[in-house]
């Protein structure tokens, strides 16, 4: 069976974390699932960058924290919530109310600060930089699809290319301008970084407004 090794929290070998039931730190616990073929993410295990190996079963070994006043297990991603929670309200003993409220709220704060963000799309190339950094490096990209990031990327340096030819296309019309000659590349230029941001844009809106 092919075997996998992940782990979602390298800080937990350098902090402490405590147990949202006890208030007890936390041990590091090896843990152990076998990801089948069919299971929704199955598919993620057998990609690596853009290369794609068919696997049957894998088996995905990680770490997960576990409590031996309480004797329960929590994943990485349950754990981090729990965090948040304990941050937010300034201890350790947190009801699963709170932190469904505190995840909810870290959402809420996201999708207003992406709205804001996008003013700085009138910053050309720079503008969607930092609203996708934002958007797949943080809460948010829990309501994106896996290849999102990749697809924004690709269809921005597409439009960049597209409109960048048609403002040749055009500009040809006017060759025999000497102002339109000297400043050509200046011309193309602009609106071509102007549009590399748009499906920033357009994906914000559509996603996140």
Sequence with gaps: MHKV???DDLMMFFKKR???????ILQI????????????????YC???????SYGDILVIGKEYYCPSCDKTFSCDEQGKVIEAQRYYQKKIVTDEEISQTYKSEILVSLKNILKLRWTLLIPIVGSLICMFYIFNGKLSEKTESKDGYKLLLSSTLVFIGVALAVKIV?????????INNYKTIFMLIPSLLAFNIPALLYINRKFK
């Design 5 to 7: 090794y992940e782990n």
């Design 47 to 53: 990609t690596v960058g853009t290369n794609y190996k």
């Design 171 to 179: 500009l040809s019309m006017f060759s025999n301008v000497d102002f």
């Design 29 to 44: 616990k090896k843990s152990e699932r076998i990801v089948r073929e069919g299971d929704p993410d199955h598919k993620i």
């Design 18 to 24: 405590y147990c949202h039931c006890c208030g007890e």
